[in-house]
């Protein structure tokens, strides 16, 4: 059998698994924003809003009540800084390597399931316009088969089957859509989070190499 054969065959089962596909997709995708929007929700300003309280803690010498402060913390610059200043006898450069080594986890860990997202964006439409190719041929094939073709019958047979065929086409592109602009806002969260952490992160660590020049020059 040729491989036209083959992919004849394919085109025979038509596009309504491609529109439970995308139908699937879409669901999941929607699912994904619902979390990711509670999840980023909950660590807004958590990070700005222990700044202030965590430099009044360290710039007075207080280590215990510096800890306290993070111990519990969700955000990303919190749960970092609490390593650092477990750290904190080993000397800054500790807590400097320390920081280093934390903040590609908690981006991967902000970046959870975007990648999906943008996966469904930039596929959806290709996946809706297979459905589309995959019901216009099985549009004509039926034609064949009925023959009809040159008869009054044949046109309306066509414009019938491609109308019918180009709604996998239009799934596709209100499933992509809506994940592109939830990709694209998602990003824009987690570079306002990560930017919050880094100003707690570099605030924790430039008190410490303050205190550190401060007894080398005594």
């Given amino acids: 059998m040729k491989l036209s054969d083959k992919f004849l065959e394919l085109a025979a089962v038509g596009s309504e698994w491609i ?18 929007v509670i999840f980023y929700q909950s660590l ?13 803690a360290l710039a007075d010498n207080d280590l215990a009540r510096a ?11 919190g749960r970092i800084a609490i390593q650092m200043l477990d750290t904190s006898a080993r000397g800054s450069s500790s807590m400097a ?16 399931s975007l990648n ?37 019958e044949y046109s309306t047979a ?9 709604v996998a086409t239009a799934v596709g592109l209100l499933v992509a859509i809506p994940a592109v602009i939830a990709y694209n806002f998602f990003q824009r969260r987690v570079k306002a989070l990560l930017g ?23």
């Fill in 19 to 36: 529109l439970w596909l995308l139908v699937g997709l879409s669901l999941i995708s929607v699912a994904v924003m619902i979390e990711r």
């Fill in 44 to 56: 807004r300003g958590r990070d700005a809003a222990m700044l202030r309280g965590l430099h009044s």
């Fill in 67 to 77: 800890q306290a402060l993070v111990k519990d913390s969700s955000a990303p610059g």
């Fill in 97 to 112: 390597a320390i920081m280093a080594a934390l903040r590609p986890g908690e981006k991967l860990r902000l970046e959870r």
């Fill in 116 to 152: 999906f997202l943008g996966t469904v964006g930039a596929n959806a439409p290709f996946i809706g316009l297979l459905g589309t190719v995959l019901g216009i041929i099985e549009t004509f094939r039926a034609i064949e088969r009925s023959g009809v073709a040159g008869s009054a």
């Fill in 158 to 166: 066509v414009m019938s089957g491609i109308y019918e065929a180009l």
């Fill in 196 to 218: 919050e952490a880094d100003a707690l992160t570099n605030m924790v660590l430039a008190l410490f190499n303050h205190k550190s020049d401060g007894r080398g020059h005594a």
